[in-house]
T-cell receptor, first 112, second 115 residues
C-alpha cells in the first residue's frame, strides 16, 4: 500500500538557519507533490506544488526538491524565523482529481 | 483563493449521539472533500462531496456512519453518526477552488470530543 514518511520527531533550529524537512514515499509514483503548513487549531495552508518533471521549485524563502529516483522530496526554509514554527505536511499525489494523501507531518520549532 | 467557514469549531458530545458539521465556501467550487485528523496522525480523506449525487467514500468509511450532503456548489455537511470515543478527532472540510491548479483550501476544522 502507499506509504508516506515524514520525520515524526520535531525539528528544532536556531533563527536564521536553514530548516530542511524530508518526505519519503513508497509503493507509488506521484505525478506531483504538495507541501502544506498547519498551525495548531487551524486547517492546513498550501505552500508549494512541484511536478514530477521539475527538480526544484522556489518561492521566497522556500525551496522544494523532488527526486523521483529516491522517491523523496526535501523542503527547505532559508533564514528561518520563529514565525515559521508550525507543522509541515507533504502530499505526494498520483493524479486524477485532487484526492490528496498526506504524510503525518513534521513539527518545526525555530528558536530566537 | 477560497474562504471556508466551518461550524462548529469544537464540540463535546455524548456517546451514541450524532453531530452535523457545516462547511460554507465563499465561491462556487467543483470539488469538496471531508478529512479527519486524529491526534498525532495525518489527514485521512473520508469522502468527496458531490453536488447533486451521493458522496464518494474512501475505504473504511461508510455512508451510514458519515452521511454527507452537498445541496449546491458552496455548501456541504458531514454528519458523524452514533458516535463513540474513537470518533474523537478533528474534522476538516476542504475545497479545490476553480483555477487554482490542484491545490486545496481548508477550513479551520471541527474539534470533536466524544465522552
Amino acid at each position: 500500500s502507499q506509504k508516506i514518511e515524514q520525520n515524526s520527531e520535531a525539528l528544532n533550529i536556531q533563527e536564521g538557519k536553514t530548516a530542511t524537512l524530508t518526505c519519503n514515499y513508497t509503493n507509488y509514483s506521484p505525478a506531483y507533490l504538495q507541501w502544506y503548513r498547519q498551525d495548531p487549531g487551524r486547517g492546513p495552508v498550501f505552500l508549494l506544488l512541484i511536478r514530477e518533471n521539475e527538480k526544484e521549485k522556489r518561492k521566497e524563502r522556500l525551496k522544494v526538491t523532488f527526486d523521483t529516483t529516491l522517491k523523496q522530496s526535501l523542503f527547505h526554509i532559508t533564514a528561518s524565523q520563529p514565525a515559521d514554527s508550525a507543522t509541515y505536511l507533504c502530499a505526494p499525489t498520483s493524479g486524477g482529481y485532487n484526492k490528496l494523501i498526506f504524510g503525518a507531518g513534521t513539527r518545526l520549532a525555530v528558536h530566537p | 483563493s477560497a474562504v471556508i467557514s466551518q461550524k462548529p469549531s469544537r464540540d463535546i458530545c455524548q456517546r451514541g449521539t450524532s453531530l452535523t458539521i457545516q462547511c460554507q465556501v465563499d465561491s462556487q467550487v467543483t470539488m469538496m472533500f471531508w478529512y479527519r485528523q486524529q491526534p498525532g496522525q495525518s489527514l485521512t480523506l473520508i469522502a468527496t462531496a458531490n453536488q447533486g449525487s451521493e458522496a464518494t467514500y474512501e475505504s473504511g468509511f461508510v455512508i451510514d456512519k458519515f452521511p454527507i450532503s452537498r445541496p449546491n456548489l458552496t455548501f456541504s455537511t458531514l454528519t458523524v453518526s452514533n458516535m463513540s470515543p474513537e470518533d474523537s478527532s478533528i474534522y476538516l472540510c476542504s475545497v479545490e477552488a476553480r483555477g487554482t491548479n490542484e491545490k486545496l483550501f481548508f477550513g479551520s476544522g471541527t474539534q470533536l470530543s466524544v465522552l
